[in-house]
C-alpha cells in the first residue's frame, strides 16, 4: 500500500507521541528537587515546630508579597487578584481589596498609596491606603515576575524590562518621568541610604542610582544572581540565588563587607531588615536570622512554609504561600526559641 506523505507524517507523529509519553514520567514521578542544604553550623537549626506565631491570618489563594503600610500590613494574592490588609492591633483581616490580573513582583507603599504590579495585565494598581480602593491603573511593563518596586524621594521606582530600563514615576500623575539604564537583567529596586540601590540577577552586582541626578553612581559586584535586597541595619542586603547567601554592602564605602552562608540556593525567597535581624526566608527554611553584629545566621528554623518576609509593628510578618496563612511571630520570642 502507498501511504502519502502526509500520512506518514501523521503516523511518525502519533509514535513520537506515544514514546514521549511513555519515557517522560509525569510531573508526580519525577524526583523532587534535591533539599537545600541550610547552614552547618551546629546548634542554629531548629525545627519550625518549635516556634508559635502570636497571630495566624487566613489568607486563602497563596498569599505572597509583603508591605509594610501606615498602620497595616499588605498581602497580595496572585490567583485572587487581591491584595489582603492585615490589621496589627486586631489581628484580623481587615480588607480583601480587588486589583489587577495576577498581581506580582513585590508591593511598595509611598504617596498614601500602595502600588501593585499585575503581570496578568501589564499594569500597577494604585490603592488609597484609608479608603483601600483603587483610585488609578496604569498600563506599564513589568520587567520579571520576581521583582520588586521601591519608593523614595518623591518618587516610584520599578524595572520595566529586562534589558534593565529603571522607570521613574511621579505619583502626582502616575506618568514616567525618566528612564535610567541600569544592567540587563535587573529586577528589583529597593530604597534607602539616600540612593535607589537595583540588584542585577544576570550581571551579579548592584547598582547605586542618585535620585537627585537620575545617574548611576556605582555598579558593585556581590554573589552569584542576588534577587532581593533590603536597606537596613546601616547596610544594603542581598539575597543571592546560586549559592544561597547573602552580600552586605556599606553604603559609605560602596563595596562587599560581607558575604553570609545561608544555605538556601534556588529560585524564590525573600529578605528583610529590621527588629535588630536581618531575615531571610526560603521553601525548606522559612526563617534565617542573621545577626547584623557578627554577619553570622545564627537562628536557622526547617519546615514546611514561608516565601515572603517583612517587619514592622514590632513584629516580623511571614507568608506561608502553600498554606494560606500569614504568621504574626514576635523577634523576641524568635530569639529565646532554643534547639530542643
Request: net charge neutral; glycine share 12%; aromatic share 8%.
Amino acid at each position: 500500500m502507498r501511504f502519502s506523505k502526509s500520512i506518514l507524517t501523521s503516523i511518525s507523529f502519533y509514535i513520537f507521541t506515544i514514546y514521549a509519553a511513555d519515557t517522560n514520567p509525569p510531573a508526580a514521578q519525577r524526583p523532587p528537587r534535591p533539599p537545600k542544604p541550610g547552614v552547618k553550623t551546629p546548634g542554629v537549626q531548629i525545627p519550625l515546630t518549635e516556634l508559635k506565631p502570636e497571630a495566624v491570618y487566613e489568607v486563602p489563594g497563596s498569599p505572597d508579597w509583603q508591605a509594610v503600610g501606615e498602620g497595616a500590613v499588605y498581602v497580595s494574592t496572585k490567583p485572587k487578584n487581591s491584595v489582603s490588609k492585615l490589621d496589627p492591633k486586631t489581628n484580623k483581616v481587615l480588607a480583601v481589596i480587588p486589583v489587577g490580573s495576577k498581581p506580582c513582583s513585590g508591593l511598595a507603599v509611598g504617596f498614601g498609596s500602595l502600588w501593585v504590579p499585575n503581570c496578568g495585565d501589564q499594569t500597577v494598581s494604585r490603592v488609597d491606603l484609608k479608603t483601600d480602593k483603587v483610585t488609578a491603573t496604569f498600563a506599564i511593563n513589568i520587567g520579571d515576575t520576581e521583582g520588586g518596586l521601591a519608593t523614595g524621594a518623591g518618587s516610584v521606582w520599578m524595572l520595566t524590562d529586562k534589558k534593565g530600563t529603571l522607570a521613574r514615576i511621579d505619583p502626582a500623575d502616575n506618568k514616567t518621568v525618566a528612564e535610567i539604564v541600569v544592567p540587563t537583567g535587573s529586577y528589583c529596586a529597593a530604597f534607602g541610604e539616600g540612593a535607589v540601590w537595583i540588584t542585577s540577577t544576570e550581571g551579579n552586582s548592584v547598582t547605586r542610582v542618585d535620585p537627585n541626578t537620575n545617574l548611576v553612581v556605582e555598579t558593585i559586584p556581590v554573589g552569584k544572581a542576588p534577587r532581593f535586597l533590603t536597606v537596613g541595619e546601616g547596610s544594603v542586603w542581598t539575597l543571592n540565588q546560586t549559592e544561597g547567601n547573602v552580600s552586605r554592602i556599606d553604603p559609605k564605602t560602596n563595596k562587599v563587607v560581607a558575604t553570609i552562608e545561608v544555605g538556601v540556593p534556588g529560585g524564590g525567597g525573600d529578605i528583610a531588615a529590621g527588629e535588630g535581624s536581618i531575615w531571610v526566608t526560603s521553601f525548606g527554611y522559612p526563617i534565617s536570622r542573621i545577626d547584623p553584629g557578627s554577619n553570622k545566621v545564627v537562628q536557622q528554623f526547617k519546615g514546611e512554609g514561608g516565601d515572603a518576609i517583612r517587619t514592622g509593628f514590632g513584629s516580623v510578618f511571614l507568608s506561608n504561600l502553600h498554606a494560606g496563612t500569614v504568621w504574626r511571630l514576635d523577634p523576641k520570642r524568635i530569639e529565646a526559641t532554643l534547639v530542643p
